[in-house]
């Protein structure tokens, strides 16, 4: 069975940093690819950031790009997402989700449709 959770989230100044952990099972799977996605209140959900599991080349939305790193640990079957100079529109559900298969990380974020297994979120709040 896969199970995807996130953890990591709370109360941050803005300015501030925050790193969020996603720990993955995906036994069976030769191949997967992984994204943080993000749901602010009353908004549709955005993708952050994705990437290949095996080959590690990240996508980045325009909004995060240089401030968010994603990185991953295949021994500990864990994903991160470090997050620097953080801003109150950052203020979200951050959700982490996994893809079967070997998929384009922009692909993916770009279609969030196409992620097969998702966690339940953790809270980031970011505040002025």
């Known amino acids: 069975q896969v199970q995807v959770v996130e953890s990591g989230g709370g109360l941050v100044q803005a300015g501030g940093s925050l790193r969020l952990s996603c720990t993955v099972s995906?036994?069976?799977?030769?191949?997967?690819?992984m994204g943080w996605f993000r749901q602010a209140p009353g908004k549709e959900r955005e993708a952050v950031s994705c990437?290949?599991?095996?080959?590690?080349?990240?996508y980045y939305s325009d909004s995060v790009k240089g401030r968010f790193t994603i990185s991953r640990d295949a021994a500990k079957n864990m994903m991160y997402l470090q997050m620097y100079d953080l801003e109150p529109e950052d203020t979200a559900m951050y959700y982490c989700?996994?893809?079967?298969?070997?998929?384009?990380?922009?692909?993916?974020?770009?279609?969030?449709?196409?992620?097969?297994?998702w966690g339940k979120g953790t809270l980031v709040v970011i505040s002025s």
């Open positions: 989700a996994a893809a079967r298969g070997a998929r384009s990380p922009e692909a993916l974020c770009k279609n969030y449709h196409g992620m097969d297994y």
């Open positions: 995906m036994l069976g799977f030769d191949e997967y690819a």
């Open positions: 990437i290949q599991w095996m080959a590690g080349f990240p």
